[in-house]
């Protein structure tokens, strides 16, 4: 195979131009700092403490994270007592969880999607992914959607005709499932390690740094496949944690309808909110196909173990926390959370669709009812090359270089508002997020200011703001 291949370069928010170009340049570092290096390590050690505080606390302090910790300092309580309490593995949970994961192989697998011949608008079917850094273009079945609604509509059905289980199965057994979905997210990520070293899907598409800890955590393959199918990637992003989060949600509204005989306007929100979310990510599972995720990440711990255990235990705490605490908002705070989530999901949803439509038309196109506006850059590929692109400039990317992460966060916040101010814990999620998406933006533009130079400068004057105008 040759040591240089044609691929597609995406800029933060232009359109793409063909490259030519070493995979050496491409995706994460083949060297590890320091102090990167003590991160992943941190990491490694303390996210699965952090997951099983967060839970913990829900179920022996009342969702209270400072009680645990006071009652350790007073010595009213130990690390070993705490741990004790803990419900422990089931193998009814066991059971659960691998018929729950095995449905969903088999959803992904062995149903090819069909809902695009029937929903308008609606991009699913075989599609092709982004040109990875060795210059393969692999092909993806996009059946999320289809996965999600035949998942759901069982579960509707199940809890109104066939009575096969009960709606709060998975609130019942939380605890166990946690150390079912561990078992997991070690398992996929171990197997994801050592397959790269032994029989890697494209070797050329694997980067070793020399660290242990770092490939582990961040991958070693870009595109890691069981067959022709079957890629770990496309997975384990979107099933079976996120077909998940929304089963989730409805757990916590049942076993909340049975402890207290109704479901509080909250729970309702949290409900409507992240649902709406999760169908954004189903509906444009194809378009997700070129984003980070997919097209710079390599498949690791941190994605193998974080889609089982991370996000589906800790995205939801919301519900769970309302399970707890009843939270039943006054109309004009109700009104308030929903526009708040809305307008943010509006400007998320809307800031991507211009960025794909600049990219589409190659900037023959009206965005807020203009011709848009745009900075030409010039960049060199690694053969020397001179390329062009555009970075946008019009509409909602004219207002700040990520405002569709200001969306994003003006949903997660909405999210976490609809428990009310009564408790720290519902709002983990927003600081988490602004974490992860200021990281997410600062990463981005330090890649975007290599590539472009100057012309990145020029950009930046035009479009002073990251997230928030006149502020960040």
Not at 42 to 65: E, H, K, R, T
């Amino acid at each position: 195979m040759e040591s240089t291949r044609r691929r597609t370069q995406h800029s933060a928010n232009g359109k793409g131009s063909e490259a030519v170009g070493k995979s050496a340049q491409w995706g994460r570092a083949w060297e590890v700092d320091w102090f990167s290096l003590i991160g992943v390590v941190g990491l490694l050690c303390f996210a699965p403490f952090i997951v099983f505080y967060f839970v913990m606390a829900c179920d022996q302090y009342q969702c209270s994270i400072s009680q645990p910790l006071l009652e350790l300092y007073q010595g009213k309580a130990t690390l070993l007592s705490i741990w004790g309490r803990a419900p422990s593995f089931t193998w009814s949970a066991a059971k659960i969880y691998a018929i729950w994961v095995g449905f969903q192989v088999f959803l992904y697998m062995c149903i090819p999607d069909v809902a695009h011949k029937f929903i308008p608008g609606y991009v699913g079917g075989v599609q092709d992914g982004a040109r990875t850094p060795a210059g393969l273009i692999n092909k993806y079945e996009i059946n999320g959607l289809q996965c999600w609604i035949i998942t759901h509509a069982l579960w509707f059905a199940n809890a109104n005709y066939l009575h096969w289980f009960s709606p709060t199965i998975i609130f019942d057994n939380w605890i166990p499932l946690m150390w079912c979905a561990n078992i997991l997210g070690y398992a996929v990520s171990t197997f994801a390690f050592l397959k790269a070293y032994l029989f890697p899907t494209n070797a050329e598409d694997c980067k070793f740094t020399g660290n242990v800890f770092y490939n582990y955590m961040m991958g070693i393959e870009f595109n890691p496949r069981i067959g022709t199918w079957f890629d770990f990637k496309l997975f384990f992003n979107g099933r079976p944690g996120i077909v998940a989060w929304t089963l989730i949600n409805l757990s916590y509204m049942a076993k909340q309808q049975e402890l207290y005989g109704h479901v509080t306007n909250s729970m309702i929100l949290v409900n409507l909110l992240q649902g709406i979310y999760v169908l954004d990510f189903f509906w444009n599972e194809a378009w997700y196909l070129k984003t980070i995720d997919i097209c710079h990440d390599h498949f690791g711990w941190y994605l193998g173990w974080g889609d089982c255990v991370w996000l589906p235990y800790l995205y939801t705490l919301q519900g769970l926390y309302l399970v707890y605490h009843p939270v039943q908002l006054s109309d004009t705070l109700a009104v308030a959370v929903l526009l708040l989530g809305l307008i943010g999901y509006y400007i998320f949803r809307s800031t991507n669709h211009q960025k794909d439509l600049f990219r589409r038309t190659e900037g023959a196109c009206s965005i807020w009812g203009r011709k848009p506006t745009y900075i030409e850059c010039s960049y060199l590929s690694a053969d020397g090359h001179t390329h062009r692109s555009k970075l946008l400039t019009s509409g909602f990317w004219g207002v700040a270089r990520h405002f569709n992460y200001t969306g994003d966060l003006m949903g997660s916040l909405a999210y976490c508002a609809a428990c009310g101010f009564s408790h720290i814990l519902p709002y983990f999620y927003i600081v988490y997020m602004t974490i992860l998406l200021v990281h997410r933006c600062i990463r981005d533009e330090h890649r975007c200011s290599s590539k472009y130079g100057k012309d990145w400068k020029r950009y930046t004057d035009a479009v002073p703001y990251r997230l928030i105008p006149g502020v960040f």
